[in-house]
Protein backbone atom coordinates (compact mmCIF):
# COMPACT_ATOMS: atom_id res chain seq x y z
CA UNK A 1 0.00 0.00 0.00
CA UNK A 2 2.88 2.66 0.66
CA UNK A 3 4.68 1.81 -2.37
CA UNK A 4 1.53 2.74 -4.77
CA UNK A 5 1.02 6.19 -2.73
CA UNK A 6 5.02 6.81 -2.63
CA UNK A 7 4.07 5.76 -6.21
CA UNK A 8 1.65 8.33 -6.86
CA UNK A 9 3.16 11.39 -5.59
CA UNK A 10 6.16 10.78 -7.44
CA UNK A 11 4.01 10.93 -10.77
CA UNK A 12 2.39 13.89 -9.41
CA UNK A 13 5.76 15.53 -8.67
CA UNK A 14 6.80 14.47 -12.29
CA UNK A 15 3.57 15.66 -14.03
CA UNK A 16 3.94 19.06 -12.11
CA UNK A 17 7.84 19.45 -13.06
CA UNK A 18 6.90 18.90 -16.76
CA UNK A 19 4.26 20.93 -16.80
CA UNK A 20 6.10 24.04 -15.74
CA UNK A 21 9.03 23.63 -17.77
CA UNK A 22 6.74 23.32 -21.00
CA UNK A 23 5.78 26.70 -20.27
CA UNK A 24 2.03 25.82 -19.23
CA UNK A 25 0.03 28.22 -17.43
CA UNK A 26 -0.02 26.31 -14.30
CA UNK A 27 -2.45 28.00 -11.44
CA UNK A 28 -3.70 26.18 -8.34
CA UNK A 29 -5.53 28.70 -6.48
CA UNK A 30 -8.80 27.34 -8.16
CA UNK A 31 -11.68 28.84 -9.68
CA UNK A 32 -11.38 32.59 -10.14
CA UNK A 33 -14.27 35.22 -9.32
CA UNK A 34 -14.70 38.83 -9.99
CA UNK A 35 -11.48 40.99 -11.20
CA UNK A 36 -9.09 38.41 -11.41
CA UNK A 37 -11.13 36.06 -13.85
CA UNK A 38 -9.20 36.29 -16.99
CA UNK A 39 -11.73 36.30 -20.14
CA UNK A 40 -10.70 35.71 -23.89
CA UNK A 41 -10.85 38.36 -26.07
CA UNK A 42 -14.46 38.39 -28.69
CA UNK A 43 -14.37 36.25 -31.81
CA UNK A 44 -13.22 38.03 -35.22
CA UNK A 45 -15.27 37.59 -38.11
CA UNK A 46 -14.82 34.78 -40.07
CA UNK A 47 -13.99 36.90 -43.39
CA UNK A 48 -12.42 40.02 -43.41
CA UNK A 49 -14.24 42.89 -44.94
CA UNK A 50 -13.37 43.93 -48.99
CA UNK A 51 -11.92 46.91 -49.38
CA UNK A 52 -14.35 49.95 -50.48
CA UNK A 53 -13.89 50.67 -54.10
CA UNK A 54 -13.78 53.97 -55.20
Known amino acids: MIKIIIAF ?6 ALFM ?3 SGGDIDMSG ?4 S ?3 HS ?6 T ?3 PAKP
Open 9 to 14: IAFAAL
Open 31 to 34: EKHG
Open 41 to 46: EPAKPA
Open 48 to 50: PEA
Open 36 to 38: EAT
Open 19 to 21: LSK
